[in-house]
């Protein structure tokens, strides 16, 4: 009875209802799961390590970093977590599924081997290759000298990535060899991301609107969520550096039920499928970012974890308690649920910091989320927050505001309605996401 505290156990033998979760994470993603499984039927106690200013309202905040396997496992073991849901991808990437497993604690992610699908995209790039899932043409390079060399000699438009983790930030779709020269050099030479960049990925300009996948995994079934779409650059008309994610809209209402079974066809379940082979069966949440293309949908990049902002929409159409859910993949017990969304559509604009994605300053103070959620259908979800003596900046997104709508217009005016009460010194945001699904007369 060490991973179970006595309390959960009924005079029958068998488990109660009730849960105690983990969530690993502090942004905004992080807090919306919270604020989702807050409402289960069947939910305990509710801890976040190591959560946001938002995130104390609804959970207990643990002082652990997310990249802390063993210091989480430990608490885990402690407080009689039964389940641990992991937000971010530095902790998959680092292994914690596999230290949470090898200590007999149940937890929602992949394991290191199968998160290797985001962590390097040189490995799901020659994934995708080897099992003809359909992406842009590519070259991987370990060398700066040769990576400039191709760069002149295959032109532009190209797209330069980090192939490591780089919170969203690290791909540059490059229209000028001027800016592809400039990319590479931050990647390889000026060592913006890191580790991350030790390797490169140049990859032909595909065109075609962006949209994100998600798909439930329990090792053997997949069922996906309604589509998302992510707009990444900073500034409006899709202008300025890539981002971890400015505001999203879901469902996208031009993506036919036949384009999503395409994904679903020659994408995910390819993908799973080739996992398996490898030996790195994958369980959590499977997020291939997709451009649809004139020739079908194409893989940008996989994530193997929800996406952030893509999330913070998602909980608010998820109609089926979502600890049902994480319980169902973990168990591999999918196949089993029939998972219920609420009709109509949600967004999500973020705020971010003057400056972001560049350098910005933290700690100042903000006003007018209590006015916000006034409005009807609004929620706001803390990405980059902290409270002392009052909430204040503590990131470069700080804000998820988050409306839902029976129409695409209405869920947008809501949000940005309630947008346009909140203030913090340098607060930025973009006035145009939806434009595009707007424009196209949804």
Same mark, same amino acid.
């Given at each position: ?110 394991t ?17 290759? &080897?099992?003809?899932?359909?992406? #842009?043409?590519?070259? *991987?390079? !370990?060398?700066?000298?040769? $990576? @400039?060399?191709?760069?002149? +000699? ?9 192939s ?58 997949s ?13 409006d ?11 999203t ?7 036919? &039920?036949?384009?999503?079974?395409? #994904?679903?066809?020659? *994408?995910? !379940?390819p993908?799973?499928? $080739? @996992?398996?082979?490898?030996? +790195? ?10 451009k ?45 649920l ?10 999500c ?26 409005v ?43 947008v ?23």
């Amino acid at each position: 009875m060490s991973k179970i505290d006595k309390q959960h156990i009924n005079k029958k033998g068998g488990k109660t209802m009730t849960s105690n979760v983990l969530i690993i994470g502090g942004g905004g993603r992080e807090h919306a799961l919270a604020w989702k499984l807050a409402q289960s039927t069947r939910i305990g106690k509710l801890y976040v390590a190591p959560g946001n200013g938002g995130t104390r309202d609804i959970t207990e905040k643990i002082a652990i970093e997310a990249t802390d396997a063993k210091g989480l496992a430990r608490f885990a073991e402690k407080n009689f977590i039964d389940l641990t849901v992991v937000g971010p991808d530095d902790p998959l990437a680092l292994g914690v599924v596999d230290v949470f497993q090898s200590r007999g604690l149940r937890i929602f992610g992949p394991t290191r081997a199968a998160a290797q699908i985001e962590a390097s995209k040189a490995f799901s790039k020659r994934l995708m290759r &080897d099992n003809d899932i359909p992406t #842009a043409p590519f070259r *991987i390079f !370990r060398k700066y000298e040769s $990576a @400039l060399e191709y760069i002149r +000699k295959h032109g532009v438009p190209i797209v330069i990535k980090a192939s490591g983790l780089a919170l969203g930030k690290g791909a540059y779709p490059c229209k000028t060899l001027a800016k592809a020269e400039r990319a590479l050099a931050e990647i390889m030479l000026e060592r913006a991301y890191k580790q991350a960049g030790n390797e490169v990925i140049a990859e032909e300009f595909l065109n075609g609107q962006e949209v994100s996948i998600h798909a439930l995994c329990d090792g053997k079934t997949s069922i996906l969520l309604p589509t998302a779409q992510d707009h990444k650059p900073v500034f409006d008309g899709d202008k300025g550096k890539n981002t971890g994610g400015m505001g999203t809209i879901a469902p996208v209402p031009w993506v036919t &039920d036949q384009m999503l079974r395409e #994904a679903d066809e020659q *994408i995910v !379940r390819p993908t799973l499928q $080739a @996992l398996v082979k490898k030996g +790195k069966p994958f369980t959590g949440l499977l997020y291939p970012g997709l451009k649809m293309t004139d020739k079908g949908p194409q893989v940008l990049e996989f994530n193997a974890r929800f996406g952030d902002p893509e999330t913070q929409s998602y909980m608010r159409l998820l109609k089926t308690d979502l600890l049902d859910v994480l319980d169902a993949c973990v168990d591999g017990k999918l196949a089993d649920l029939a998972i219920q969304w609420h009709s109509g559509f949600a967004v999500c604009v973020v705020l971010a910091s003057g400056g972001y994605p560049g350098k910005y300053k933290k700690e100042i103070p903000i006003f007018g989320i209590a006015e916000a959620e006034k409005v009807s259908g609004v929620i706001v979800f803390h990405s980059g927050t902290m409270y002392d003596d009052q909430l204040r900046t503590s990131g470069g997104r700080v804000l998820g505001v988050t409306a839902t709508g029976d129409t695409l217009q209405e869920a947008l005016d809501r949000a940005y309605e309630a947008v346009h009460c909140i203030k913090f010194k340098g607060m930025q945001f973009r006035n145009d996401i939806g434009a595009k699904a707007i424009a196209m007369g949804f």
